[in-house]
């Protein structure tokens, strides 16, 4: 009697993964997440070289997040390993959310008031270190 079940069945159909709805919704959002991740680094990097005038800056900005990232690897490897990962990648989206939202808050017209563009370039490193924290932790979630 052949076995019809979904995992042994073999279809020549190149789109049969797409119709499973939890990995559409898996592509759809590591999609999402992937592309506001590349605008936000854009951003990020124009606005200390707008704040700063100083190109170097801009390559701090990326030392600043690669830095963490590499640095904790192996050490988010291992909690990964130990944990429900379902659970970490949310912890790693939500990180990345408060993070956007403090870059956000110093964004607006009343920091800008209170702190001159050193400060707040010195505080926009100091959240995309951060970010470069929860990059060590979502990054093996996602694959």
């Known amino acids: 009697m052949p076995d ?29 997440f992937i592309f506001s991740l590349r605008m936000m680094s854009t951003l990020v990097g124009w606005w200390v070289l707008e704040l700063t005038n100083d190109p170097f ?11 963490p990232a590499f640095g904790f690897a192996l050490y988010a490897g291992h909690i990964i390993d130990k944990s429900e990962r379902r659970k970490m990648m949310l912890k790693g989206v ?12 110093l964004s ?3 920091t ?11 505080a926009i490193y100091v959240v995309i270190f951060f970010t470069g924290i929860a990059r ?8």
């Open 57 to 67: 800056a801009i390559g701090l900005v990326g030392l600043s997040e690669f830095v």
């Open 136 to 143: 060590a932790f979502t990054g093996p979630n996602f694959s």
């Open 108 to 110: 607006t017209r009343l």
């Open 112 to 122: 800008s008031d209170r702190f001159n563009n050193q400060t707040i370039a010195i």
């Open 4 to 32: 019809n079940s979904p995992v042994t069945q073999v279809t020549n159909d190149p789109y049969a993964s797409v119709r499973i709805p939890e990995f559409k919704n898996l592509i759809i959002g590591r999609f999402t």
């Open 94 to 105: 939500f990180s990345y959310l408060a993070f956007a939202l403090l870059l956000l808050l």
